[in-house]
């Protein structure tokens, strides 16, 4: 398999992974009115309430489409969106991918991000692909524990290898492998 151009519903004991829809229109709006879309939702996220329905129907689309990875909505079993969650820099040819998430201030510190993480974790595994890597700056304290309460292993540091607004940080780098999962 080399793209994610299939239909996915994850579910965990609490949470449905699935793709962004229409449907989401006015939590995401919401979001966006707070300012916690930056924090909540993938990179191309809508910067103003006016841009939501696009996105919804077309920009959070567009990785999927080019089979370079996947924006998913971390939605609550009764519905709440409480982020979402991305595959993204697949390379099919050597079966590796990254994953990248975000959850709403409301959501934060209750587990969630472990959970959808090792969801869609499996998933990349079960479309063939290997490996899956996490990776976050050193200052990132929440997504180092995020990786280790959904099982990564942690590899090593790139060293300045992320620009963020204030200049060059160093890129931890924690993985999981396919043949590392448990049933």
């Known amino acids: 398999m ?14 449905i992974v699935r793709p962004h829809e229409p449907v989401d229109h006015d939590q995401v709006a919401t ?3 707070t300012g916690d879309a930056s924090t909540a939702l993938p990179p191309g996220r809508p910067s103003a309430v006016e841009e939501v329905m696009e996105w919804l129907t077309e920009g959070v689309h567009g990785l999927r489409r080019s089979g370079a990875g996947v924006h998913l909505a971390i939605v609550t079993k009764d519905g709440e969106l409480v982020g979402g969650i991305s595959l993204h820099g697949t390379d099919w040819e050597t079966g590796i991918t990254e994953v990248g998430y975000g959850v709403g201030p409301m959501f934060r ?11 869609v974790t499996r998933w990349a595994f079960s479309l063939g692909l290997h490996r899956v890597e996490l990776r976050t700056i050193p200052e990132n304290e929440a997504s180092r524990r995020v990786a280790a309460k959904a ?16 200049g060059l940080h160093d890129l931890l780098v924690f993985s999981f492998l396919a043949d590392e999962v448990v049933a």
Request: charged share 30%; no cysteine.
């Open 2 to 15: 080399t793209t994610f151009d299939i239909p996915v519903r994850l579910e965990t004991e609490r949470l």
């Open 151 to 166: 099982g990564f292993t942690y590899e090593g540091t790139l060293r300045q290898a992320q620009r963020e607004d204030d």
């Open 109 to 119: 510190g209750q587990g969630i991000a472990p959970e959808a993480v090792r969801a």
């Open 31 to 33: 979001l966006v009115t």
